[in-house]
């Protein structure tokens, strides 16, 4: 089993800046990626970003390309999001994925990103 412990989340203004922790703990001796996914109120999940453990390549949702940064570090077993200009429809909760080499997922609990002025 894995456990995942989202943090960072808070109120940030309109083209602030934020950053989100993830920290994998428990059974991580195979991890394949971690990604961050966000929903909103009435909203479906969506993806945000993704990056792989080996070779640290990365993806982007469409509505974050080119403001949001996703990292990691492998030896603390973390994920990053560094989100930048932030805008009002940022605003949702998010959550850390984590996927092992069997395919096996483990989501966190999230964390609440709230963009408003």
């Known amino acids: 089993q894995v456990q995942l412990v989202e943090s960072g989340g808070g109120s940030e203004q309109p083209g602030g800046s934020h950053r989100l922790s993830c920290a994998a703990s428990?059974?991580?001796?195979?991890?394949?990626?971690m990604a961050w996914f966000r929903q909103a109120p009435g909203k479906e999940r969506e993806f945000v970003a993704s990056?792989?453990?080996?070779?640290?390549?990365?993806n982007y949702g469409d509505s974050v390309k080119g403001r949001f940064n996703i990292s990691r570090d492998k030896y603390k077993v973390m994920a990053y999001l560094q989100m930048n200009t932030l805008r009002p429809e940022d605003t949702a909760m998010y959550y850390c994925r984590y996927t092992e080499r069997h395919g096996s997922e483990y989501w966190g609990q999230g964390t609440q990103v709230t963009v408003s002025s």
């Open positions: 428990g059974r991580t001796v195979s991890p394949v990626a």
């Open positions: 990056i792989r453990w080996s070779g640290a390549s990365t």
